[in-house]
């Protein structure tokens, strides 16, 4: 359990959602950021979870979450960097756009607040402190279709090896980079067993899995510039 909360960007769904319940369950305040305004939300703000908006589409408006996260507390426990967007590539006029809103919210956004938020994580007693980059299996595998999303997780993920390098001993910074683990909203079975078939553990797990990654390096104090697969197996296939 700690004071100070721990932030988790783009938290509002998904993994991100899972992971600020468990760890709010688990004692720990929580802040997430959102993009939009959706019904989950109103459920977070219940459970007493300080959620923030914010637009890392552009640069201003990392500076303008940043101020405000300031403005909301004094000091952090860790920072969770799951902000993303699966956005396949463009081949028209639109590719550069999509291109740069990719690195402003994979990396743009993260390197930022790494840099302009470090103060909150050095504030009080706390025995460890974390800043944790949510990657993707992608970023060692390269993608046919969603070449500009690989590429900007692949940046995150080497900036992993950067801020662990500048920021110990005192905070660690490490990286999860997880494959498929949950289904959206819609997809069929044949999907789901084309989706399984891609592992050797041949399932989709669930978001449980990232939550118990996501807890292993926040309780870890001899772990810092690693980037931890949460794959299945999938370099086994």
């Known amino acids: 359990m700690s004071a100070a909360p721990i932030l988790i960007t783009g938290g509002a769904q998904r993994l991100g959602r899972y992971c600020a319940e468990r760890l709010l369950d688990d004692g720990h305040p929580v802040i997430v950021s959102y993009r939009r305004e959706r019904p989950e939300l109103e459920a977070l703000r219940n459970l007493g979870i300080v959620t923030l908006p914010a637009d890392f589409a552009t640069e ?38 999509n291109f740069e809103h990719l690195f402003r919210v994979h990396m743009q956004a993260p390197y930022l607040i790494n840099l302009q938020v470090r103060e909150l994580l050095e504030q009080g007693d706390e025995p460890q402190r974390d ?21 900007s997780k692949a940046g995150l ?11 110990a001993p005192a905070i660690q910074v490490n990286a999860i980079a ?7 909203d819609g ?4 999907y789901a067993e084309k989706a399984k078939a891609k592992s050797a ?32 197996g999938r370099h086994l296939r």
């Open 201 to 232: 553990m041949r399932m989709i797990p669930g978001p449980d899995v990232i939550y118990q990654s996501l807890r292993y390096l926040l309780d870890n104090r001899f772990v810092t510039g690693v980037t931890l697969p949460v794959d299945g």
């Open 60 to 97: 201003a408006g990392i500076h303008d979450f940043i101020e405000r996260l300031k403005s909301e507390t004094g000091s952090l426990r860790a920072i969770v960097h799951n902000a993303s967007d699966w956005a396949p590539d463009s081949l028209d006029e639109e590719a550069g756009a």
């Open 131 to 151: 800043i944790v980059h949510m990657t993707d299996y992608v970023a060692q595998r390269g993608s046919r279709k969603h070449a500009a999303y690989a590429a």
């Open 157 to 167: 993920e080497n900036l992993t090896l950067s801020f662990a390098a500048m920021y």
């Open 187 to 190: 997809d069929d079975d044949a």
């Open 178 to 184: 997880p494959a498929m683990i949950m289904l959206n």
